[in-house]
């Protein structure tokens, strides 16, 4: 019942600082094991090599490694994200390109709407300015309506 009296708050903040260390730790041995991956400057005994010495002396090794090999690990990072979000640009362009549908899409679908009744001749009119004119707004999957006496 007295627990608070025999582990004091200095200890508390101590245990933080060591297990705060010991994740940091890993993170750290885990980011070094995926670019000695990663790398493409390496072969295949060179990777082998490097994560023998990482497994091996881990504290040793992921010092060295980083004395060695830090400042292109941060190169490589940067690259990865410039090419990750170069794809991702080119996947939106693409996307944006072919989601939205055409004037003669749009104009049929109008006609039909108007041969159901469900817009009146002025609101067909209206929206065929509209497409015709290149003027509405992207990806809209409607006709614009304007407010009629229905």
């Given at each position: 019942?007295?627990?608070?009296?025999?582990?004091?708050?200095?200890?508390?903040?101590?245990?933080?600082?060591?297990?705060?260390?010991?994740?940091m730790w890993f993170f750290l041995l885990f980011k070094i094991v995926?670019?000695?991956?990663?790398?493409?400057?390496?072969?295949?005994?060179?990777?082998?090599?490097?994560?023998?010495?990482?497994?091996?002396?881990?504290?040793?090794?992921?010092?060295?490694?980083?004395?060695?090999?830090?400042?292109?690990?941060?190169r490589r990072d940067i690259e990865q994200a410039q090419a990750q979000?170069?794809?991702?640009?080119?996947?939106?362009?693409?996307?944006a390109a072919t989601s939205r549908p055409s004037s003669t899409d749009?104009?049929?679908?109008?006609?039909?709407?108007?041969?159901?009744?469900?817009?009146?001749?002025?609101?067909?009119?209206?929206?065929?300015?509209?497409?015709?004119?290149?003027?509405?707004?992207?990806?809209?999957?409607?006709?614009?309506?304007?407010?009629?006496?229905?």
């Amino acid at each position: 019942m007295f627990l608070a009296y025999d582990y004091p708050l200095l200890s508390a903040f101590w245990t933080m600082l060591w297990f705060f260390l010991w994740i940091m730790w890993f993170f750290l041995l885990f980011k070094i094991v995926f670019d000695i991956f990663r790398d493409d400057s390496l072969g295949g005994w060179g990777k082998t090599g490097w994560l023998v010495f990482v497994i091996v002396l881990p504290f040793l090794g992921v010092f060295v490694y980083l004395i060695a090999r830090g400042k292109d690990m941060g190169r490589r990072d940067i690259e990865q994200a410039q090419a990750q979000k170069q794809m991702f640009d080119s996947y939106v362009r693409e996307t944006a390109a072919t989601s939205r549908p055409s004037s003669t899409d749009e104009l049929a679908r109008l006609a039909e709407l108007r041969k159901r009744g469900d817009i009146t001749q002025e609101e067909f009119q209206r929206a065929k300015a509209l497409i015709l004119s290149d003027a509405r707004p992207a990806n809209s999957d409607t006709p614009v309506r304007t407010p009629s006496s229905h």
